[in-house]
């Protein structure tokens, strides 16, 4: 049982080093995104220092990074999730998307400085429950047009997804974990949070690029 944690939460972790934002800057504009802005490695500072475009690029790969290893943990280890039967353990991809989340946030070839792991948790709650997912994205996008502000967007569905596990009556371990991966996204954004509660948090404005 503890191999089908700890197997795919490195594997995971392995998918969450591939920092797309860090690889992005230094393609595109040969900078490291970490230097600028913000000094995230995410989707949101990629967007203020390079553009929508390299946003959205950062921002599909993050989510798709999470995905891919949450499958392939589940094919492996016979797990189940969105996309297997239901009847089929969810702890492989879990653990995998949590190892992801880690390996976004902190990855070990760039000093553990990565990501807030937003962009692939989002990918974590699909892979997971694609009811949940949904509703989350939903009341997120419509957070995000009213305030603009990313961060209290990221805030809301990180709190949503495990209320929403709960009403879909999953066990507690799954719950603990969306839990954790929650309490990463608020410790990472204790900056945005402060910001927000003084009001001098920035909204989000779209370069033409």
Known sequence: ???????????????????????????????????????????????????KRAGLLVFICDVLKAIAAFVICAIIFSGGGSFFPSSLPLEPGLYAGLGVILGHNFPFFLKFRGGKGVASTLGVMLALDWRAALAVYLIGVCILAITRYISLTSLTMAVLFPVLLLIFSHNPETIIIALIMAALIFILHRGNIQRLLSGTERKLVLTKN
């Not at 939460?9 to 998918?15: K, P, Q, T, V």
């Open 1 to 51: 049982m503890i191999m089908l944690r700890l197997l795919p939460l490195l594997i995971g972790y392995a998918f969450g080093c591939i920092q797309t934002a860090f690889i992005v800057g230094k393609v595109l504009k040969k900078i490291d995104v970490r230097e600028h802005g913000s000094g995230n490695a995410g989707t949101s500072n990629v967007i203020r220092v390079i553009g």
